[in-house]
Every structure is written in structure tokens, then in C-alpha cells.
């Protein structure tokens, strides 16, 4: 009798079926299917509880529909699957900190923000309330000087609010509406410009937070967080409403430039193809460190590199010395008669250079970011070169590292923890690798580097040899004297 409930005497029934007790008041109907049946009940006037026994089955259409559609999750191509799910965005996505790296002891020191918020991820965090009355007091005086309303910059921000959601994952915005998400990504944006403005400007400005502040070193650390990004759509429509056209990106370059030591370059007289905007300030930190160069050309010759670190190769008669471009990109060597020399780009390593390179490294490894690991390349090539404090003097003494730090110890340290857990690229650098190794195996520059460094390792010794040599030199022309006297 399906879809219909009828009262049964009180008795015992033996059910083979899956059964759910339902406890229910005088009067409700059940909402069962016609799969539903009654089983036993209380008196009407009381209470009645139904058992209804439930078929488990699904529908024959249901069950297809859903294996077609795994069928379809594997043989879809994964390339057009993150495409798709790119462009589901108008501006870039801003990813989480993937998985692999959110376990590492010291997560929070090196990825979250201390002391300044930037986007939806950490604005909630209680830690970070005492910073929002700065931020309030550094928009303040940005709109001041921008000569126009908060409202207007407000809805700038607000009419494109539908497009700047989707740069973030939705269960981190979900909690917030779209007038809340403008008015945090104005005071953000604003705080965050004003803030550049005063740094490149040596605080000459109103309200400027002191630079010998400790809390000013931890906000320029906050401003490079994988999960600390705006949009730079938001920047964008907030720069044009305070500066000029050629202003604008001149005043966040020279922001990067001074916060990494980054050599001043001289733009391309005619560029191949215009650059993409950049998605976010760590993304335009990344543009910049690599910078235009392109990668190395890649040779034949694949095979295991023996070379170990730079003291093994500085025995085998190999230098270094600092490229001239700055780009992390331009690795080159050049190996002469008996000598090589590896030129290496210029790198300040700092307090903060350990969480900078360990959120590119995050930036590179996300799934929703369609870029090459060429950040995480460097970062173990370098490695790969530093072994022991001995390799850190070595590349200092030569000028292509400076360290900030502390110790050379700490900086050999540092990279060799970086690089934890990280898979290497082995066709990063294939075609320098290859030439180094070529090098290496050649003995006799290896002999003869040992020699000049055992025997002439200080200059008196270089002068004794000299000595020695212009000593022979005269005995030899005084015995020849004595044999040939002149005039015979």
C-alpha cells in the first residue's frame, strides 16, 4: 500500500530492511516516499512513533549520471580543468598557502601576518586589532591628500566588488558582504599606499609611522605574505585617484627596489610585448627578481652532477664573481684554459629574506597560479652550492652575497632548511650545470689549481718563488760568465 500509513495492532514484526524510529506528535504526517511504510504506532490522541523502513537503492539514471561524471573527471584534460577554473576570475586568484608547507614548525612566523592585515584570510585574527587604528589613520590622510571624498574611492572599489571576490577562495569571504569586503579593501589599500608613499619618501610626510619603530620592520615583512594580498586591481583604482599616470607604478617600483636592494635597471628602449599586470605585490616582488632575462639554453648532456658545494669548486680552479643584471635568471659560465668562472646575481640575505623566499616558494607551488618555479630553481641551485659557513665567506668575499643576517653559519642554515622537503627542478640551469660538470672533471686544471693554491696560497710565498727564480737566473749567467769569460 505505498504512500499510504495504516494503524496496526500492537504487536511484534520481524523487518529485514533498513529502519529509522521516528518519534512524532499527535497530528504531523509522515513525509514519507511511496517506499515508506507504517509499521507500528501509539494510541492517536497520545504520541505515535513510525518506523519506516527505507529502500537504500538509488535511482538506475542517478547511478549513470554519476559515473559518467567520474569518467569525465579522468579523462578530462587537468590543463583545461585549471583554465577553466582560472577564468572563473577577471583578475588573478590570490591562493592559501598549499598544504605541503602549512606543516613546518615555525607556519605561523613565517606565513601569517604579525602586526599588519592585508585582504580577508587574517582580518579576523584578534592579534591584529591593535594595527586597525593605524591603518584608519593612514587612510585618513591618503584620501586627504588623493583631494577627493571616500565615498567616491569607496565606490570605485564597490562596483567592481563582484570580480575582486572571486580573486579569493570563497570559504575564507564567504562571511562577508560585498559592502564589507569594499570597506576592508579601501582602508587596506589606502593604509597600504600611504604607508609605501612614506617609506619611499624617508617618512618626510604627516603620519608617517617611525622607520626605527619595531613594528614598521614586521609591516614590511607583512607586505610580501603569500596570504596577505589585495588585488592589485584595488591598488590600481586607488593610485589614479592621488597620482599621475607616470607616477603610479614609479612610486610601488621603487618600494620593491629599496625593500630588496635591487639594482636600478633602465627600461627597455623598445620592450618585445607589453607586460601583464601584475596579480599582487608578491607577484610584482617575483617579476622583479627574476627580470627580464630569459632562462638558460638547454644542452645535451643530462647526467648526475658530482660537484658538491663552492669550496669543491673554487679547488677545481672555478670563481665567482656578481652578473651585472641582478635577475635571478642570469646564471652563466665561462671555463678558459685553466680556470672558470660562475657568475652568480647579487643577493642581500636579511631577517626577512628567509619568510620573502619561503612564500614565493609557496606562490610558485599553488595549483591555481599558472607560473614556473624558477624562484624555487634559484633557491636550490644556491643550496646546492652551499654546504658549510666556509661556502658562505667564499661567495661573500667575492661580493655575490651580502649578509645582514649574522653569522655565515646562520646564512648556510637558512638555506639548507628552505630547501626542506622541496623537489628539485634538475633541468633548472641544465646548461650551466653542464658546464661546470665539464669543467670539473677536467684534472689537470684541477691539478693545477691545487698547486698554485699549496704552494703560492700567500703572496710572501709568490715573492720567495720569484726570488728563488731570479737567483737561478744569475747563478746561471755568473757560471756562464765563469765558462765563456768575455772577450775569449
Not at 567520474?70 to 591562493?95: A, G, H, Y
Not at 602549512?102 to 594595527?131: C, I, M, N, T
Not at 610580501?224 to 607604478?249: A, C, G, H, I, T
Request: aromatic share 10%.
Amino acid at each position: 500500500m505505498a504512500g499510504n500509513r495504516e494503524d496496526f495492532p500492537k504487536e511484534e514484526v520481524e523487518v529485514h530492511a533498513s529502519m529509522k524510529i521516528v518519534r512524532k506528535e499527535c497530528g504531523q504526517t509522515s513525509n514519507g516516499s511511496d517506499r515508506q511504510f507504517a509499521i507500528a504506532s501509539k494510541q492517536p490522541d497520545t504520541m505515535r512513533i513510525d518506523i519506516r523502513v527505507e529502500d537504500k537503492a538509488k535511482p538506475t539514471g542517478s547511478s549513470c549520471s554519476s559515473m559518467e561524471e567520474r569518467f569525465k573527471s579522468v579523462m578530462i584534460n587537468p590543463e583545461d580543468s585549471k583554465r577553466s577554473q582560472l577564468f572563473e576570475s577577471k583578475w588573478p586568484r590570490i591562493p592559501k598557502v598549499p598544504q605541503m608547507l602549512r606543516g613546518s614548525k615555525d607556519f605561523k612566523k613565517r606565513f601569517e601576518p604579525r602586526v599588519f592585515s592585508v585582504g580577508p584570510y587574517h582580518h579576523h585574527k584578534p592579534q591584529l586589532k591593535p594595527a586597525e587604528m593605524l591603518k584608519r589613520q593612514l587612510t585618513k590622510h591618503f584620501i586627504q591628500d588623493s583631494g577627493q571624498g571616500i565615498e567616491v574611492l569607496y565606490k570605485k572599489i564597490e562596483r567592481e566588488i563582484p570580480d575582486l571576490r572571486n580573486c579569493y577562495k570563497n570559504s575564507a569571504i564567504k562571511k562577508y558582504s560585498n559592502e564589507d569586503l569594499a570597506w576592508m579593501m579601501l582602508v587596506d589599500g589606502c593604509s597600504l599606499l600611504h604607508y609605501i608613499h612614506c617609506f619611499t619618501t624617508g617618512g618626510e610626510m604627516k603620519d608617517c609611522p617611525p622607520n626605527k619603530d619595531q613594528n614598521a620592520v614586521f609591516i614590511q615583512q607583512d607586505l610580501f605574505l603569500l596570504e596577505n594580498q589585495l588585488p592589485f586591481r584595488v591598488l590600481e583604482l586607488l593610485l589614479e585617484s592621488r597620482f599621475k599616470e607616470d607616477e603610479r607604478m614609479k612610486l610601488i617600483e621603487n618600494f620593491i627596489r629599496q625593500m630588496t636592494g635591487l639594482p636600478v635597471r633602465k627600461p627597455d628602449k623598445k620592450p618585445e610585448k607589453k607586460e601583464e599586470k601584475p596579480s599582487h605585490l608578491l607577484d610584482l616582488l617575483r617579476r622583479r627578481l627574476l627580470g627580464d632575462k630569459r632562462g638558460n639554453k638547454r644542452e645535451d648532456g643530462k647526467g648526475w652532477n658530482s660537484f658538491r658545494n663552492v669550496n669543491e669548486l673554487k679547488a677545481a680552479g672555478i670563481t665567482f664573481k656578481p652578473n651585472n643584471s641582478g635577475s635571478l635568471r642570469d646564471i652563466s659560465f665561462n671555463s678558459y684554459l685553466f680556470h672558470g668562472v660562475l657568475k652568480l646575481p647579487e643577493i642581500i640575505i636579511d631577517d626577512s629574506s628567509k619568510s620573502r623566499f619561503l612564500n614565493l616558494i609557496a606562490y610558485e607551488m599553488s595549483s591555481e597560479v599558472p607560473i614556473d618555479s624558477e624562484v624555487t630553481s634559484y633557491i636550490c641551485f644556491l643550496d646546492s652550492l652551499i654546504d658549510y659557513p666556509e661556502d658562505v665567506k667564499e661567495l661573500r668575499r667575492r661580493g655575490v652575497l651580502r649578509n645582514f643576517l649574522g653569522s655565515d653559519e646562520e646564512v648556510a642554515t637558512l638555506f639548507n632548511e628552505i630547501t626542506t622537503d622541496l623537489v628539485l627542478d634538475f633541468d633548472a640551469y641544465e646548461g650551466v650545470k653542464h658546464q661546470i660538470q665539464r669543467h670539473y672533471n677536467n684534472r689537470v686544471s684541477t691539478w693545477m689549481t691545487e698547486g698554485l693554491h699549496n704552494h703560492f696560497g700567500s703572496p710572501w710565498t709568490f715573492l720567495a718563488f720569484v726570488g728563488a727564480l731570479l737567483a737561478l737566473f744569475l747563478s746561471a749567467v755568473q757560471t756562464w760568465c765563469t765558462v765563456f769569460p768575455p772577450g775569449t
